[in-house]
């Protein structure tokens, strides 16, 4: 695990970074949605169907009046029960912590560097509710690296990145993605930050045990440290 503070690197440059995502994430038409077991509408879907899943999506934030939804970090979720296996044996204690923030919003929708980047590494993890196409950017800091993570996006765009590349704050390298290409899941980007790969290229862990909560926020700090968005702050 990561020996540095990332969090506090991240929190004396807030002012450096650019959008993920060219909306704005502290306007009203932005909500905060529930993937937790505290929120009953979750009981009875059938997460396992796309369609009815993204229907879901489209219910609560039209209850909220809302057109984006976001939240997630350090959300114990129930949502991954839609992808027995994949998180871990189910045999044994569910990985269910979410390491990064999600923005559930339409297909499409352009995503860019916050700040000025190396492509790290770019995989199609194309597993039924894994990221789908994946892209982690290398970026530093007071000559500290380290790297964001954005998962569920566009097969076409990411298959024209080559690791080395290089970005430009602001610049557009990819796409939200559709199903089935992004995971299989309802249109959102996950965005996650990450302090130290652990040796890992294309893929991250972006659920985590529970129980193992302090070293995995410390591993990948709070995402809204970049997005800054009102409605995820405490």
């Given at each position: 695990m990561s020996g540095f503070d990332l969090a506090a690197l991240l929190e004396r440059h807030q002012h450096e970074?650019?959008?993920?995502?060219?909306?704005?994430?502290?306007?009203?038409?932005?909500?905060?949605?529930d993937f937790t077991a505290q929120n009953p509408t979750l009981a009875q879907a059938d997460l396992r169907d796309t369609e009815a899943f993204e229907a879901l999506v489209a219910t609560l934030l039209e209850e909220k009046n809302a057109l984006i939804g976001v939240g997630g970090y350090l959300e114990?979720?129930?949502?991954?029960?839609r992808s027995p296996g994949l998180f871990g044996d189910p045999a044994v204690p569910a990985r269910s912590l979410h390491l990064g923030v999600d923005v559930?919003?339409?297909a499409g929708?352009?995503?860019l560097a916050p700040l000025e980047a190396t492509v790290h590494s770019v995989a199609d993890n194309d597993n039924f509710g894994d990221y789908g196409p994946t892209v982690i950017l290398q970026h530093e800091l007071e000559g500290v690296p380290f790297y964001t993570l954005y998962g569920h996006l566009g097969r076409a765009e990411v298959v024209l990145?080559?690791?080395?590349?290089?970005?430009?704050?602001?610049?557009?390298?990819?796409?939200?993605?559709?199903?089935?290409?992004?995971?299989?899941w309802p249109p959102h980007l996950h965005f996650q930050v990450i302090a130290n790969m652990l040796g890992r290229?294309?893929?991250?862990?972006?659920?985590?045990?529970?129980?193992?909560?302090?070293?995995?926020?410390k591993l990948c700090p709070d995402p809204n440290l970049i997005l800054q968005s009102r409605w995820l702050s405490a």
């Amino acid at each position: 695990m990561s020996g540095f503070d990332l969090a506090a690197l991240l929190e004396r440059h807030q002012h450096e970074f650019g959008p993920v995502l060219p909306v704005d994430l502290n306007s009203a038409e932005v909500t905060r949605l529930d993937f937790t077991a505290q929120n009953p509408t979750l009981a009875q879907a059938d997460l396992r169907d796309t369609e009815a899943f993204e229907a879901l999506v489209a219910t609560l934030l039209e209850e909220k009046n809302a057109l984006i939804g976001v939240g997630g970090y350090l959300e114990n979720r129930v949502i991954y029960r839609r992808s027995p296996g994949l998180f871990g044996d189910p045999a044994v204690p569910a990985r269910s912590l979410h390491l990064g923030v999600d923005v559930w919003l339409r297909a499409g929708t352009p995503v860019l560097a916050p700040l000025e980047a190396t492509v790290h590494s770019v995989a199609d993890n194309d597993n039924f509710g894994d990221y789908g196409p994946t892209v982690i950017l290398q970026h530093e800091l007071e000559g500290v690296p380290f790297y964001t993570l954005y998962g569920h996006l566009g097969r076409a765009e990411v298959v024209l990145l080559r690791p080395g590349m290089t970005l430009e704050k602001g610049q557009k390298f990819a796409e939200v993605g559709p199903h089935p290409e992004n995971g299989d899941w309802p249109p959102h980007l996950h965005f996650q930050v990450i302090a130290n790969m652990l040796g890992r290229e294309g893929d991250f862990p972006g659920v985590a045990l529970p129980a193992e909560r302090e070293q995995w926020a410390k591993l990948c700090p709070d995402p809204n440290l970049i997005l800054q968005s009102r409605w995820l702050s405490a």
